[in-house]
C-alpha cells in the first residue's frame, strides 16, 4: 500500500550523529503513523520510536529517549530520525514502517504493515 525507502546510514564513531531518513510512495494520501525499528546481529528488532501521522504525538524506547528524535515532513512523504550521542550498542540495520492511524500509537513490531529495505548505522567506540 505504501512503499519505503530508508537511507542516511553509515559508520561513525561513538559521540557522532547521523540522520536517517525514510521516504514513502504509493498511498501516500492515507494517514500513516510511522515507526523505527532496530536489530543487531544476533538480537531480536526492537522498537526505537514512532510518530503520529499529524507528527503531534511521539514515543520513544528507553534506550534512546533524549538522545534521538523522530520527526516527518508530509509534503515531501518523508520521516526523519536525527541520531545524537551515539553508542556502540546503536549499531544495527534500522528499518522504516508503516501504518494506518488510528489515533494510538504501537511498539510492536506486528502492528505495522509495510517495511523499508533497512539501512546499515555502525558506531564504533
Not at 43 to 57: L, M, P, Q
Request: with cysteine; hydrophobic share 30%; proline share 2%.
Amino acid at each position: 500500500q505504501v512503499q519505503l525507502v530508508e537511507s542516511g546510514g553509515g559508520s561513525v564513531q561513538a559521540g557522532g550523529s547521523l540522520r536517517l531518513s525514510c521516504a514513502a510512495s504509493g498511498r501516500t494520501f492515507s494517514r500513516y503513523a510511522m515507526g523505527w525499528f532496530r536489530q543487531a546481529p544476533g538480537k531480536e528488532r526492537e522498537f526505537v520510536a514512532t510518530i503520529s501521522w499529524s507528527g503531534g504525538s511521539t514515543y520513544y524506547a528507553d534506550s534512546v529517549k533524549g538522545r534521538f528524535t523522530i520527526s516527518r515532513d508530509n509534503a515531501k512523504n518523508t520521516v526523519y530520525l536525527q541520531m545524537n550521542t551515539l553508542k556502540p550498542e546503536d549499531t544495527a540495520v534500522y528499518y522504516c514502517a508503516a501504518r494506518v492511524d488510528y489515533g494510538l500509537l504501537s511498539n510492536r513490531e506486528y502492528a505495522y504493515d509495510d517495511w523499508g529495505q533497512g539501512t546499515q548505522v555502525t558506531v564504533s567506540s
